[in-house]
């Protein structure tokens, strides 16, 4: 396999690996056997994955945005005249 993997279009997400970190730790944390499903052990610790919380802080972030006392922050919503060619994510796309 080659060594150079960007070139052949891999992509690790920071989010998957905070994800797969928390993953790792509440199965340490509560000495779960191997074959425990992630999903299940969220569910039964009541602990949200990652992305539903970056959403979570996302949509927060936007109704302060839309009760700030200050106009020019309210400007910062305005996505009409943005022209991306990457996929990155940008905040008002996490809501």
Partial sequence: MDIRYP?????QSNIDIIQRFQNKVLKHMVNAPWYIRNNDLH???QVDAVSSEIQRFAQKHEVRLHHHENVEAIQLLD????????????????V
């Fill in 7 to 11: 070139t052949l279009g891999f992509h």
């Fill in 43 to 45: 569910r039964d610790l």
């Fill in 79 to 94: 996505n009409t005249c943005i022209v991306r060619t990457l996929q990155r994510k940008k905040p008002f796309e996490l």
